[in-house]
């Protein structure tokens, strides 16, 4: 799988899980899922993902 595809898959793991925990546990889970899809809109207008970088250094490879 490549790091692209990865980013989206933890992402939205992130944000389910987080509304699934506002749900069952406490409303500031929301901030979280918050935070994740901040990281999303930056990351598509800058380019700069953090997750990326530590899936490109742990040896995942890069689309296209």
Not at 1 to 11: G, N, P, Q, T
Not at 26 to 55: D, E, K
Request: proline share 2%; hydrophobic share 55%; net charge positive.
């Amino acid at each position: 799988m490549s790091v692209d595809r990865l980013v989206l898959a933890f992402a939205g793991t992130f944000i389910l899980l987080s509304l699934l925990l506002s749900y069952l546990h406490s409303s500031y889970w929301l901030l979280f899922t918050t935070f994740v899809g901040f990281n999303l809109l930056q990351s598509a207008f800058t380019g700069f993902c953090p997750l990326a970088i530590i899936l490109k250094k742990m040896g995942f490879q890069q689309s296209g």
